[in-house]
C-alpha cells in the first residue's frame, strides 16, 4: 500500500567534479579557520562539503544532503555519495555535508551550526556554481533528517555587517527532503539514540522540546517533501507524520509518502518495493515546485 498525502563564498579555489568523473569532488572545510566550537586543529574537528557538480544544471539548483547516523557516525555511502549521484543525474548540484556529531566529540549546537554554513557557503557561491540563491534546499536521512528538518525550522537571513562574506548571507533552505527523519524528541517513538547523542543523556526538558522539530514548524518553514515505511521500527513513521501535520497547522506546502514495505535506513531503496519509488515521486515534486524544468509533453 502507498500513502500519498499531496497538499559570495570566502576565497579558496573552487574543488567541484562532475560525479561521472569517477572520483569523487575534493573535501573542503566549511570554515577558513577553526569551525565555531572546534575542540582542536585534528580532522575529526574540521566539518567539510564535497560538491559535486552535474554536466548541466538547467534548474539551477543545489541541494546539502545531511547523511544519517544517529549523530554518531556517518552513512556517506548510500546517503551521501549515491544521493549526490541521483542528484547529479536530476541536473541538481550536491553538496555532502561531513557534520560534526558524538562519534567525533561533539553535540549540540555543532551539526546545525555545520548545515547551516553549508547552506550559505553552497548560496554565497551560487555564481561560480550556476545555481539561483532561492534554489538551495536541504535533504536529510534519519538523524540527518533531523538535522534537516532543524535547518528548515531555525533559520536567520545572515549578518550583513559580518566580516565573513559567508555569514551575511541567509541559511534557511528554500525546501526541504526529509527521509525517513528523525522528527520528535521525548515521545514513545522518538529515536533516544539519536537525542542523546545530540543532546545528551540529561538534557533538560526545555532544551529537548526545543530540538521537537514538529513542535518548531512556523509558516516561515519551507516547502517540504516526506517519506517513510510503515514498517520501520529504528524511526518509526509517526515521525514523518508530526512534522507533516505541523506542516499543515502552518499552511506550509507539504507532501508526505508511506510506503508499507521496507526497514529502516533504505538510501535510494531501490530493492525495496514500494519505497523504491521515491526518487521518482521526489523530481515529481521538484518539478512541481519549480525547483526542476516541467518535461516537455
Not at 74 to 89: F, K, P, V, Y
Not at 178 to 183: N, P
Not at 275 to 282: R, T, Y
Request: charged residues 20%.
Amino acid at each position: 500500500m502507498i500513502v500519498r498525502i499531496g497538499l559570495i563564498g570566502f576565497s579558496v579555489v573552487l574543488c567541484c567534479l562532475s560525479a561521472a568523473a569517477g572520483d569523487p569532488p575534493a573535501s573542503e572545510p566549511l570554515w577558513p579557520g577553526r569551525a565555531p566550537g572546534a575542540l582542536g586543529d585534528r580532522p575529526e574537528d574540521t566539518p567539510t562539503v564535497r560538491i559535486w557538480q552535474p554536466a548541466e544544471n538547467p534548474a539551477r539548483t543545489a541541494i546539502v544532503v545531511c547523511p544519517g547516523g544517529g549523530y554518531g557516525h556517518l552513512a556517506l555511502d548510500h546517503e551521501g555519495r549515491q544521493i549526490a549521484q541521483w542528484l547529479n543525474s536530476l541536473g541538481i548540484t550536491a553538496a555532502v555535508l561531513e557534520y560534526r556529531h558524538r562519534g567525533k566529540g561533539y553535540g549540540h549546537p555543532a551539526p546545525l551550526t555545520d548545515a547551516q554554513r553549508a547552506i550559505r557557503l553552497v548560496r554565497s557561491r551560487a555564481a561560480a556554481l550556476n545555481i539561483e540563491p532561492n534554489r538551495v534546499g536541504i535533504i536529510g536521512f534519519s538523524a540527518g533528517g533531523h538535522l534537516a528538518s532543524t535547518a528548515a525550522t531555525r533559520f536567520d537571513a545572515g549578518n550583513p555587517q559580518a566580516d565573513d562574506p559567508v555569514d551575511r548571507v541567509s541559511c534557511r533552505p528554500d525546501f526541504a527532503i526529509l527521509c525517513y527523519a528523525v522528527i520528535a524528541f521525548g515521545e514513545p517513538f522518538a529515536h533516544t539514540g539519536s537525542q542523546h547523542n545530540l543532546l545528551g543523556k540529561d538534557a533538560s526538558p526545555e532544551l529537548v522540546t526545543q530540538f521537537s522539530n514538529e513542535k518548531q514548524v512556523s509558516a516561515e518553514t519551507p516547502p517540504c517533501f516526506l517519506w517513510h515505511t510503515d514498517e520501520d521500527r529504528v524511526v518509526p513513521p509517526e515521525n514523518s507524520v508530526m512534522f507533516y501535520l505541523a506542516c499543515r497547522k502552518h499552511k506550509v506546502p507539504a507532501e508526505l509518502h508511506i510506503y508499507r514495505s521496507g526497514q529502516h535506513g533504505l538510501g535510494l531503496a531501490a530493492n525495496a518495493n514500494g519505497a523504491n519509488l521515491w526518487p521518482k515521486q521526489c523530481e515529481l515534486w521538484l518539478r512541481g515546485q519549480g525547483f526542476l524544468p516541467k518535461k516537455q509533453p
